[in-house]
């Protein structure tokens, strides 16, 4: 059973700083593409970032910059460091592992305060 949890969101004042992690079970973690994604009230999910299976890193135009994703392999678990935070940075943060077919986890709530 495959299963991503993220933790680590929280409400933060605009500039702040939150780290977000997701750890997976269930899959050959280092195998996969992993990707952060975001969906704000009454609007699209969007991609946030993505890393490979060999760290290759891939950001969203919103975010680059400001947000880092990493990857642990031995801890099946990625983050997201997210800095310099804005308001319109309020969503719920969703993880994703893809290797011929995606998985989700549930979500973590951002929010940023003006």
């Known amino acids: 059973q495959v299963q991503l949890v993220e933790s680590g969101g929280d409400l933060v004042q605009a500039g702040g700083s939150l780290r977000l992690s997701c750890v997976a079970s269930?899959?050959?973690?280092?195998?996969?593409?992993m990707g952060w994604y975001r969906q704000a009230p009454g609007k699209q999910r969007e991609l946030v970032a993505l890393?490979?299976?060999?760290?290759?890193?891939t950001y969203g135009n919103s975010v680059k910059g400001r947000f880092t994703i990493s990857r642990d392999n031995a801890k099946n678990t990625v983050y997201l460091q997210m800095d310099s935070l804005k308001p319109e940075d309020t969503a719920v943060y969703f993880c994703?592992?893809?290797?011929?077919?995606?998985?989700w986890g549930k979500g973590t709530r951002v929010t940023v305060s003006s």
């Open positions: 890393i490979t299976s060999g760290g290759g890193t």
């Open positions: 994703n592992a893809r290797y011929a077919i995606d998985y």
């Open positions: 269930g899959i050959i973690f280092g195998r996969n593409m």
